[in-house]
């Protein structure tokens, strides 16, 4: 039935029709719309699956190990078992595709060599984290088992040592962290991507973590940089030890460190073998980039490359060319390849569900807290544990009395149900002991047995006062967890991977330009486009094709590694290189500039500047009469600026831009049919790149500067007999400017 105008349903109606399924679309904010679907997805991400915590795992680590470990994969009489079982139990845990499982626990293998201490030992093809295309085998033909170190992740788990939760179906329990007994979320790099944030933690020597642990824990003020050398990557290599960085990381949780491949030079197949890379690269781009490069030309010292990876580990094959020096060699490979990289360091850490960015000493005094936390529960748990035991054979030491009033009480007792009843009232004991003593077999009851049982009641008291004594004194748990950490130490520490190199190392090495080196002849158009012709090309074809009444403006002697400064009609500046420009023909148009620079808007193309060394000057002439001179230097920038603003003045229309390598005489031209020349000596070079200049010429009224250019000594002989003649066309050498910065004419 239709609706009678007027009638529409209020916001109330449509939500209670929305919810019974009629269908009527419900309108809402899109920033309500966002809070409601978006951030519980933002925050999953965050929370349950990118970011690592406190114990050193993500969610996906913490469910497979924990299924390995309950299916009893770290007893060492166990054998390993296929990768495809631990998959499909693990699902029960984790409700994600069987691949993405695998792959979690592939990284985790001794295999794979991502970790520096593998929870996982594995047997078949992980593939190998230091390759991109060396693919691990399907899940069906692996198997795997915990490693022994992951005893030191389970130790005491089942003591109530850390909270379980139900998983996603409520079917059973999981640790929301794992009881580690050491700071594995500073031994095992960590990567992780999240929504607006990610995480990124490098790995560090077991040895030294633990021991700066330790000495936290004595002293909150110890120099970590002392025990805590640096970062140690699964891949070794060397990192370059930079204590200021380090210092950086170690505070603030942010930073990087240089990482360069390990290499030997084989002097008789005058061959460079890389045997250790970083570990933020692969060997398959390793070479990538350096093919790429011997075929732009820019290494040319290489006749092959391959790689020799093998099951003896890591090698990629370098064979030179006769005469090439391998260290010059290795040094630009470093500067221009994977070879040497920078791993970034972003320490973000969950803690109590909270993502937080934290120095090593944070961090270590969060693990500290944790640990903590678990060595009190631990030791509650085995204290209530022993107490019961102390509670029951205190019952059979009040039975060693009279045990023959203990079996009569049993033997005259009627109802089975008011034995544990009769024994209470008998032997003045609660329902508990009643219930253990009744429990006693028949063999047991003598009083031998008793007595063995008896005297473990002075044993446990002494435990029970040394778990309470530990429990009352911070001190002493933190004495329980330097054991342990010392225990791990003594069982699982390795030597250092990844060692260092210092700035004693390479203080002689000086960053060659490795940009090819040959003249050219540049050209440049009224139009804006540019050519860079070889020698050879020029030789052969010097017609120049160019657009329909455009025509050569400039035409520069120079070579491949000149610098290129572009000065447009806005008073900016564009910097390049003739390397940036491909090698050109005369029968082709070249490169258009503005579109090749990006000029903004309408900006049309004034000069070009060309220079090696950036000596000299430039002189830019003003419509108004004005000159400045410019040291070239001022265009020089250390940085890769590619643009630069207020290149010169804009109160007045620029004339001229002309570039001088020393003093030179220029000759002026105005619209009144008036020329002057005059040395450029006589113009004091300003530092300001727009600065206003100086006055040289005095125009008459509605008389503009038209030209300005340089004048050979052939024109400025002839120049001086025009002004001898008194012709009025002509002006004056001036021969000193003197304090009025200006010039007149005749």
């Given amino acids: 039935m239709a609706r009678k105008k007027g009638s529409e349903p209020t916001n109330k109606q449509n939500h209670e029709a929305y919810i019974e399924g009629s269908g009527i679309v419900v309108n809402e904010l899109i920033s309500d719309t966002l809070k409601k679907n978006y951030m519980p997805y933002a925050m999953s991400v965050i929370i349950s699956r990118a970011l690592p915590e406190i114990d050193g795992f993500k969610p996906s680590h913490r469910k497979l190990l924990y299924t390995m470990y309950k299916n009893g994969l770290l007893s060492p009489d166990r054998e390993r078992s296929k990768s495809a079982n631990i998959v499909g139990a693990t699902m029960k845990l984790n409700p994600h595709g069987d691949q993405a499982i695998y792959e979690t626990m592939v ?14 030992d594995s047997k078949g093809n992980f593939g190998k984290a230091y390759s991109r295309d060396m693919r691990c085998a399907a899940a069906r033909y692996t198997e795997a088992k915990l490693d022994p170190i992951c005893n030191e992740l389970f130790r005491d788990i089942d003591k109530e040592t850390v909270d379980f939760t139900p998983n996603y179906d409520n079917t059973m329990l999981e640790p929301t962290l794992l009881p580690a007994s050491f700071p594995t979320v500073l031994v095992n790099a960590n990567v992780g991507i999240a929504v607006s944030m990610a995480s990124n933690v490098c790995s560090f020597n077991l040895q030294e973590v633990c021991e700066t642990c330790i000495a936290i824990m004595k002293n909150p003020k110890h120099d970590i940089l002392s025990t805590l050398k640096g970062p140690d990557f699964p891949g070794g290599g060397l990192m370059f030890y930079d204590e200021d960085e380090l210092g950086k990381i170690y505070e603030t949780g942010r930073g990087s460190v240089k990482v360069r491949s390990k290499y030997n030079y084989d002097k008789t197949a005058n061959c460079i073998e890389v045997t250790e890379i970083p570990y933020s690269t692969t060997v398959e781009a390793i070479i990538e980039k350096i093919i790429e490069l011997i075929k732009q030309g820019k290494i040319r010292e290489i006749s092959y490359i391959r790689d020799e990876t093998d099951l003896s580990g890591l090698k990629i094959a370098i064979d030179l ?15 221009m390849t994977p070879l ?15 993502p937080k960015v934290m120095g090593v000493r944070e961090i270590l005094n969060e693990w500290i807290a944790f640990r903590e936390e678990c060595v009190k529960r ?18 059979l030491a009040k039975i060693l009395l009279d045990i023959d009033k203990a079996i009569k009480i049993i033997r005259e007792t009627e109802a089975e149900s008011d034995v544990v009843p009769n024994l209470m009232v008998g032997f003045g004991i609660d329902e508990i002991q009643a219930e253990f003593v009744a429990e006693i077999k028949l063999r047991n009851i003598n009083k031998q047995y008793i007595l063995r049982r008896i005297q473990e009641i002075d044993a446990l008291k002494a435990e029970i006062d040394n778990m309470e004594a530990i429990l009352s004194d911070k001190k002493k748990v933190r004495d329980v967890i330097i054991s342990e950490l010392k225990d791990v130490i003594k069982k699982y520490s390795q030597p250092r991977r990844t060692m260092f190199y210092y700035q004693s190392d390479i203080e002689d090495e000086v960053a060659e330009d490795d940009t090819p080196d040959y003249p050219v002849t540049l050209f440049v158009s009224a139009s804006g486009y540019f050519k860079k012709i070889t020698p050879q090309s020029l030789r052969m074809s010097s017609e120049q094709k160019l657009k329909e009444n455009d ?13 290129l400064i572009f000065f447009t009609d806005m008073c900016q500046a564009y910097k390049s290189k003739a390397s940036a420009f491909d090698d050109s023909k005369a029968s082709v148009m070249g490169d258009y500039i503005p579109a090749k620079l990006s000029f903004d808007e309408g900006e049309s193309l004034v000069t070009m500047i060309a220079t090696i060394d950036y000596k000299g000057y430039i002189i830019f002439v003003y419509e108004n009469g004005k000159v400045s001179k410019i040291p070239l230097d001022a265009y020089e920038t250390k940085t890769n600026r590619k643009k630069l603003s207020k290149a010169y003045s804009s109160k007045s229309p620029i004339i001229g831009i002309i570039f001088a390598r020393e003093d030179t005489d220029i000759l002026l031209r105005t619209s009144g049919g008036h020329a002057l020349v005059f040395n450029t000596g006589l113009v004091l070079p300003k530092s300001t790149r727009d600065s206003q200049g100086v006055q040289v010429i005095n125009l008459r009224a509605k008389n503009k ?37 200006q010039l007149s004419f005749d």
Wanted: charged residues 30%.
């Fill in 107 to 120: 990284r985790m293998t001794r295999g794979n060599e991502a970790l520096l201490h593998p929870y996982v």
């Fill in 321 to 335: 060319k006769r005469g090439t020096d391998p260290e010059k060699l290795m040094q630009k490979l470093f500067r």
């Fill in 340 to 354: 040497q990289d920078n791993y970034p360091c972003n320490f973000n850490i969950l803690i109590a569900g909270t």
């Fill in 378 to 395: 631990r030791t509650y748990f085995d204290m209530a544990k022993s107490k019961d035991k102390l509670h029951l054979l205190e019952a």
């Fill in 551 to 563: 025509f050569i403006i400039q035409t520069e002697e120079a070579s491949n590694r000149t610098d």
């Fill in 705 to 741: 500067l038209q030209e300005a250019c340089l004048i050979s000594e052939e024109q400025l002989e002839q120049f001086e007999k025009y002004r001898t003649k008194k012709i009025p066309a002509a002006g004056k050498i001036a021969k000193d400017l003197g304090d009025s910065k």
